[in-house]
């Protein structure tokens, strides 16, 4: 728990500081921009990979019966949302292999090894992530709240930062071009309705929560 947070604090710190920088080393501002942009992109590729490891670390995998590689499904269901999996056995070298396809084109490959159930220590530092409450609303009509749920180590506008990156990324991506094909209206109602669990839960954010908070008005979005 300890070392994530200190290392969520250094890219926090880091990204502070190209903030700082960038505008007196790249006076164009659309350029530093698309700096700051890829700089973002690339840590956050880097986290989901060492999510994704992380996570795969933890699936008990004692043996390769049906039963067990449909809990393992079951896992990667709850964890990743509606992205495309494929989960299949190797019975010859005792693996199984799993490939995760996120909506915005992102894929991860892992080869599980069969190995016995870990003993339980009581030490999961997912467990001490605490989430609290983070109700939103848009600039043009701030008495119609969603309440969502941001983890506590994140300020308000980190989580309003994160949480408008992932709108960008979500209508970008194969799910919301389809939507988008089929008439589904580009707001902010249809993405937080649709954008699934496993991304929200990337950048600390996950939907519907049910304490009181001081809500917090988005910015305005330009057209698009």
């Known amino acids: ?16 500081l190209l903030r700082t920088i960038l505008p007196k080393v790249a006076p164009d501002a659309e350029l530093a921009a698309r700096i700051y942009s890829a700089a973002e992109d690339e840590l956050r590729s880097k986290n989901r990979v060492n999510s994704f490891e992380k996570f795969c670390e933890r699936i008990e995998l004692p043996d390769l019966e049906p039963k067990t590689i449909e809990e393992v499904k079951q896992h990667f269901a709850a964890g990743f949302g509606d992205a495309d999996m494929d989960i299949t056995p190797d019975e010859e070298n005792k693996v199984l292999a799993v490939d995760v396809s996120l909506p915005d084109g992102t894929q991860f490959h892992k080869r599980i090894p069969v190995r016995p159930v870990a003993p339980d220590t009581g030490d999961e530092p997912e467990v001490t992530l605490k989430f609290v409450a983070f109700p939103v609303a848009l600039p043009g009509d701030k008495e119609l709240t969603w309440s ?17 990156k992932i709108e960008d990324d979500f209508w970008a991506s194969k799910a919301g071009q389809k939507c988008l094909k ?10 937080i309705a649709r954008v699934p669990a496993g991304l929200l839960n990337e950048v600390g954010l996950k939907r519907h929560y049910k304490l009181p908070e001081t809500v917090k008005v988005l910015r305005a979005k330009g057209g698009g």
């Open 148 to 164: 969502l749920a941001k983890r506590e180590n994140l300020t308000n506008d980190e989580a309003a930062m994160a949480l408008l």
């Open 182 to 191: 089929d008439r589904v209206e580009r707001s902010f109602p249809e993405f």
């Open 1 to 16: 728990m300890a070392e994530k947070k200190s290392k969520q604090d250094e890219q926090a710190q880091l990204l502070a």
